[in-house]
């Protein structure tokens, strides 16, 4: 695994502790925040050729 995938990945598992976190304590606001950012990284490493 690159060091790109490697950061990614780190960068994917924390939005996604933390868009869990969001929705246990029903923050709508940082949930979607959080969706966007994992979108967003999904769509980063699929240019890139790292698929996460």
């Not at 304590?25 to 990284?41: K, T, W």
Request: overall charge negative; aromatic content about 4%.
């Amino acid at each position: 695994m690159s060091e790109f995938q490697q950061e990614i990945q780190i960068r994917l598992d924390t939005a996604t502790r933390s868009l869990e976190e969001a929705q246990r304590d029903g923050d709508d606001y940082l949930a979607q925040v959080r969706l966007g950012e994992i979108e967003s990284l999904h769509r980063l490493a699929q240019e890139h050729g790292a698929v996460a």
